[in-house]
């Protein structure tokens, strides 16, 4: 459930399809991010999952998005 909602995070702001994206997909190279981008990509799943994924963009900046995701499912408490 929380892949999914991640990848049509990532997907509405970048305007590709959903499928496209995979958890080795690199922001920048693969998917065309810019660090706006991900700025914006890390606010919205903040917003939507109630976490705090870094205190500063700065200090955590992913380079995939199964990156993100696994940051995500550790502030969730899914990864044991």
Excluded: C
């Excluded at 922001?27 to 706006?36: K, P, T, W, Y």
């Excluded at 939507?48 to 995939?64: C, H, K, L, W």
């Amino acid at each position: 459930m929380e892949w999914d909602k991640i990848r049509s995070i990532v997907a509405e702001e970048l305007q590709i399809r959903a499928e496209e994206i995979h958890m080795d997909s690199r922001f920048s190279e693969d998917l065309g991010a810019d660090s706006l981008n991900v700025y914006r990509i890390i606010t919205e799943i903040e917003d939507v999952f109630s976490v705090e994924v870094s205190d500063a963009f700065s200090d955590y900046n992913p380079q995939t998005v199964g990156a993100l995701y696994n940051r995500v499912s550790e502030l969730l408490g899914l990864v044991y």
